[in-house]
């Protein structure tokens, strides 16, 4: 075996060493990429999470408000109940849709939750957009709620200082 020899198997050896690490390095790149990327995702998915709970939250404040003056109006006179008729599909309709409403954000809510990494992430950016759209509407519906209770404890109190009723 010749000085050449030695040569080329002593380039072999580096070289399939330069290749074992360029591997490693690769696997690790990948890896920590990986990583990043589902860190990202987890973030991301939180977030979302977080504003979906503030919306089921906006709902049940609005739900709840809305069962306060409901109780309350239940408990006055006929003639204020009569004089207050036209305030019912606050109750009737608009109730049972924030029920439903927030019934609906905590299955979403769980939903999210459950996305995982890979099938999560491809879910994670179609939904988003819609979601959060979804949300902003969220808003608008509590606000237009506390609106329509202020309204009506407006009209409740009118009414009870025209059929000189006093609240008990």
């Known amino acids: 075996m010749g000085n050449s020899d030695v040569i080329a198997v002593l380039a072999l050896v580096v070289s399939l060493a330069s290749a074992y690490i360029s591997y490693r390095a690769f696997t690790h790149s990948v890896s920590v990429h990986e990583l990043e990327s589902t860190l990202a995702f987890e973030k991301d998915k939180s977030e979302?999470?977080?504003?979906?709970?503030?919306?089921?939250?906006?709902?049940?404040?609005?739900?709840?408000?809305?069962e306060q003056v409901q109780f309350v109006l239940s408990h006055e006179p006929s003639v204020v109940q009569d004089a207050l008729r036209n305030y019912d599909n606050l109750f009737t309709e608009f109730l049972p849709?924030?029920?439903?409403?927030?019934?609906?954000?905590?299955?979403?809510?769980?939903?999210?939750?459950?996305?995982?990494?890979?099938?999560?992430?491809s879910a994670f950016a179609h939904h988003t957009p819609r979601f959060r759209s979804l949300i902003e509407n969220d808003r608008i519906a509590h606000e237009s709620a506390l609106f329509c209770v202020g309204e009506l404890r407006a009209q409740l109190a009118r009414a009870r200082d025209e059929f000189g009723n006093r609240p008990r």
Request: hydrophobic share 40%.
């Open 48 to 66: 979302l999470l977080m504003h979906v709970e503030q919306s089921r939250n906006l709902f049940a404040s609005a739900r709840r408000e809305i």
């Open 97 to 121: 849709r924030l029920v439903g409403a927030e019934r609906q954000a905590g299955l979403l809510w769980d939903e999210i939750h459950e996305w995982r990494d890979k099938s999560g992430r």
